[in-house]
């Protein structure tokens, strides 16, 4: 109640520094000509971080880092490096025909450890052949342009943070009677032996044209797998860490993106263009580690339910308790001091997968003179999410669901049967509803919703003056634009929150509690060329 100050300082700096030496289309003979390189790299980043926070003010109404009784700082430092050596040739034929081979090895310094056995570094190649087949080919004059691609090709990543492989120290707070105090850094269990995870991948695709390009779609199917991702799992509590680092087995994913684009009028005055995108993606985990076990990474804070990899299911399996239920489905009750509570079964199970397989994005844009305009909504579908805030409103009874048609007072019978089949018939009065919404968000499952959604991303509206107005004065070209984003829901099919507010991204996709709704924003854009 006496207020508290905070101030926080970060500097972060970054080198990269390449050389390399090739050559560009060179002719091997009249219809061959390469194109290519090798060179040496390194990239550098430091981050360096000082806070100092303060409680419980002094002075009422004197806002200073000095005015406070009880103060603290904070010191944070890290400095990672990846060295790299790498090579790329490009043979061409004909300027129709184009083969593509790269070679890349990175040694990464968050994998070196002395006296380490796995290795720190990866080498990394692809292949990319394409065929621009209207180049080669007569195919009438409404094809503008036909490219067919396929590649397979290698990716190799370190881990993020640079102090993950052993056990790092620190000094800590105040100290005690004069003395520093010391404690283990971080609150997760390292591991010396982690090797850089890669990602294969083959991949088909082409580019098709039609109309003086008036209409084209780009299209790629994809198969890759990642090998060895570097995560954090669950670690007993026991442990003093909230999560250990491993190599995760094999992720796979196959899936499609397409992109349309059609412009159904080009004028002088006037122009407009529509596009569409969308992908799907079918994900598997494959492997997990030498027995196959189930990998569990973050939980919410109710800890009934863990984002779980399990071999042979989707990634990111939403596993947690959920009702007891008859053949039909319906929840199944018990009595508890003659009214009917739900029964939860807490041997877990797959209540939906947080990371949604389908993304779709619908934009168009407009010319007409100096104005333009354009509008992209976006939306994603077939994942799930466990929402801690709309379980907490269960449970507290702040939730709509929670209110009967009329009202508390009137009481309500439950939806569902009793153990011995029959349908619940007891009504639940106003005295017993915090003990069954109570028992109701116990179960995980009261929590979990289809995560689908469909905004408005992004709206706006601009002017480009006319170089006639600006004639005579020192600037060369100006516009103005009022840009939105986020403005609304088209479509959300989760109750009281936004589904893009999950506190977990990556590897633990799916989970919000409280969490803020992504904002919305509304800004003026003016730009001016000198």
Do not use: C
Not at 380 to 396: D, V
Not at 425 to 435: E, F, L, V
Request: hydrophobic residues 35%; charged residues 20%.
């Amino acid at each position: 109640p006496k207020g508290g100050i905070n101030h926080y300082k970060l500097a972060f700096k970054q080198f990269d520094s390449d050389f390399f030496l090739g050559t560009d289309n060179l002719s091997l003979t009249d219809d061959v000509a390469l194109t290519a390189f090798v060179g040496v790299g390194s990239n550098v980043q430091e981050a360096e971080s000082l806070s100092v926070n303060g409680n419980d003010f002094i002075v009422p109404g004197l806002v200073s880092i000095n005015n406070v009784a009880n103060k603290s700082a904070g010191y944070g430092y890290s400095k990672k490096q990846i060295n790299s050596a790498y090579g790329s040739a490009e043979l061409g034929f004909q300027d129709y025909a184009f083969l593509t081979v790269t070679a890349r090895n990175d040694w990464f310094s968050t994998l070196s450890l002395a006296g380490k056995d796995s290795p720190n570094n990866d080498l990394y190649t692809s292949a990319t052949l394409s065929l621009i087949l209207s180049d080669a080919l007569d195919l009438g004059e409404a094809v503008s342009f036909l490219k067919l691609r396929a590649g397979i090709s290698e990716v190799a990543g370190g881990a993020d943070n640079p102090y993950a492989l052993s056990l790092t120290y620190g000094i800590t707070g105040q100290g005690h009677l004069g003395a520093s105090l010391g404690q283990i850094n971080g609150g997760q269990i390292p591991n010396s032996e982690i090797t850089p995870f890669q990602k294969n991948e083959t991949e088909f695709g082409f580019d098709f044209r039609l109309f003086d390009n008036k209409v084209s779609l780009d299209a790629t199917f994809y198969d890759n797998e990642t090998v060895g991702d570097i995560v954090g799992v669950s670690a007993s509590a026991t442990s003093g860490f909230g999560s250990a680092l491993a190599n995760l087995g094999e992720i796979s994913n196959t899936g499609i993106e397409l992109l349309l684009r059609v412009k159904p009028v080009v004028t002088d005055d006037f122009a407009m263009e529509v596009s569409f995108n969308y992908t799907n993606n079918a994900s598997e985990v494959v492997a997990t580690n030498d027995t196959d076990g189930n990998i569990s990474l973050d939980e919410p804070r109710e800890r009934t339910l863990r984002v779980t990899h399990i071999v042979g299911e989707k990634y990111g399996a939403l596993f947690g308790t959920s009702f007891v239920r008859d053949g039909n489905g319906a929840i199944v009750h018990e009595l508890v001091n003659g009214y009917p509570r739900p029964k939860i079964d807490n041997s877990r199970k797959i209540l939906g997968f947080g990371v949604a397989p389908q993304q779709i994005g619908i934009g168009a844009s407009f010319r007409y003179k100096s104005w333009d305009a354009s509008v992209l909504f976006e939306g994603k579908s077939g994942g799930q999410i466990y929402s801690g805030t709309n379980a907490t409103m269960m449970g507290t009874g702040a939730h709509k669901m929670t209110i009967p048609a009329g009202g508390r007072e009137a009481g309500f019978v439950p939806d569902g049967v009793m153990e011995d089949g029959s349908p619940v018939t007891i009504s639940i009065p106003q005295g017993q509803q915090s003990a069954y919404w109570g028992r109701y968000n116990d179960a995980a499952e009261a929590g979990i919703y289809d995560s689908d959604y469909m905004r408005l991303r992004q709206l706006r509206i601009g002017y480009n003056f006319p170089s006639d107005m600006l004639d005579g004065s020192f600037i060369q070209a100006a516009s103005v634009s009022l840009i939105g984003k986020n403005l609304f829901f088209i479509s959300n099919s989760v109750d009281n929150i936004d589904p893009e507010s999950s506190y977990q991204a990556g590897n633990s996709a799916g989970l919000e509690w409280f969490g803020l709704a992504v904002p919305r924003t509304i800004g003026l854009n003016v730009n001016l060329k000198f």
